[in-house]
């Protein structure tokens, strides 16, 4: 099983950047179906982005589509989350998830997820 600890979050005023990272630890030899997600006060988690660590899928939310790009670097274990335009919406805490299997349409939902990490808060003021 994967450790997992997110970085980069912070604050930002709408319209700017931030780039989040999510080194794995561990049980890493296997490929995985790797996600971001978020929780802001009130609404139900919410998946962001998955792929998976052997390359070919990627899913996104549409809410996110066009703004966001995430991607894996396997030479660091490192599963990252660019985010661009970001709109005060995208305020939340932001978790990676990590699962040793491929990822599907389903990845997007958080209850398809077993091992996370402990969250970086994300605020977009406008």
């Known amino acids: 099983q994967a450790q997992l600890v997110e970085s980069g979050g912070g604050s930002v005023q709408a319209g700017g950047s931030l780039r989040l990272s999510c080194a794995a630890s561990g049980n890493t030899g296997a490929d995985y179906c790797m996600g971001w997600f978020r929780q802001a006060p009130g609404p139900p988690p919410e998946g962001v982005a998955a792929i998976y660590t052997s390359g070919g899928k990627i899913y996104y939310a549409d809410s996110v589509k066009g703004r966001f790009s995430v991607s894996h670097d396997s030479a660091k274990n490192t599963l990252y989350l660019q985010m661009d335009s970001l709109k005060p919406e995208d305020t939340a805490m932001y978790y990676c998830?990590?699962?040793?299997?491929?990822?599907?349409?389903?990845?997007?939902?958080?209850?398809?997820?077993?091992?996370w990490g402990q969250g970086t808060q994300v605020t977009v003021s406008s």
């Open positions: 998830a990590a699962d040793p299997y491929d990822c599907w349409s389903g990845s997007l939902d958080p209850s398809e997820h077993n091992y």
